[in-house]
T-cell receptor
Framework: EADIYQTPRYLVIGTGKKITLECSQT?????MYWYQQDPGMELHLIHY???????EKGDLSSESTVSRIRTEHFPLTLESARPSHTSQYLC???????????????FGDGTRLSIL | DAKTTQPPSMDCAEGRAANLPCNHS???????VYWYRQIHSQGPQYIIH???NNETNEMASLIITEDRKSSTLILPHATLRDTAVYYC????????????FGKGITLSVRP
């Protein structure tokens, strides 16, 4: 089973606060991803990284930012949280492709974020 | 990447086989079919993927039609814990390809 961890699992916080959602994986995967999912809705890719010092924006525009200083760590930051940021945030990682299709993504259990 | 079409929901009895269909009529030669599932309140879980041959692992079997325009995920002996949303995704082999999750199919396994 994949080892990818997200903290906190749940966060309720007031408007205007700076928030950092943590994501760590112990598998040495080069690729890491952040998805956003509202209840009962589809997952949308908001950020991804193909290695240290590499970050890209995903398909869905997001006011969050990410960094990738270490292979195993891919934190997501909201500088000033707003109620519109309320959602579930899911982190994933995968190995670089070695043939036979892209390697599967392994997901954490997500952070449920509520901004009051 | 090609688009997929799945029915919104289906159910099956516990212990019976669950056959989940997926249409991907615009799939191209370098695109694989991937299946993930998401159990309520958890992150998605990879199940299986294939190109054109049928595939089987400890979780499921994937049957891809000869023209590759559709596929079926088979859970041979469904349990209550298999109740989840199942996503069929087509993805090219390009190193920069990214998963695009649709609405999936909600499988309900009844006792």
């Amino acid at each position: 089973e994949a080892d990818i961890y997200q903290t906190p699992r749940y966060l309720v916080i007031g408007t205007g606060k700076k928030i950092t959602l943590e994501c760590s994986q112990t598998m040495g995967h080069d690729k890491m991803y952040w998805y956003q999912q509202d209840p009962g809705m589809e997952l949308h890719l908001i950020h991804y990284s193909y290695g240290v010092n590499s970050t890209e924006k995903g398909d869905l525009s997001s006011e969050s930012t990410v960094s990738r200083i270490r292979t195993e760590h891919f934190p997501l930051t909201l500088e000033s949280a707003r109620p519109s940021h309320t959602s579930q945030y899911l982190c994933a990682s995968s190995e670089s492709r070695t043939g036979g299709g892209n390697q599967p993504q392994h997901f954490g259990d997500g952070t449920r974020l509520s901004i009051l | 990447d090609a688009k997929t079409t799945q029915p919104p929901s289906m159910d099956c009895a516990e212990g019976r086989a669950a056959n989940l269909p997926c249409n991907h009529s615009t799939i191209s030669g370098n695109e694989y079919v991937y299946w993930y599932r998401q159990i309520h309140s958890q992150g998605p879980q990879y199940i299986i993927h294939g190109l054109k041959n049928n595939e089987t692992n400890e979780m499921a079997s994937l049957i891809i039609t000869e023209d590759r325009k559709s596929s079926t995920l088979i859970l041979p002996h469904a349990t209550l814990r298999d109740t989840a949303v199942y996503y069929c995704i087509v993805l090219s082999t390009g190193a920069n390809s990214k998963l695009t999750f649709g609405k999936g199919i909600t499988l309900s396994v009844r006792p």
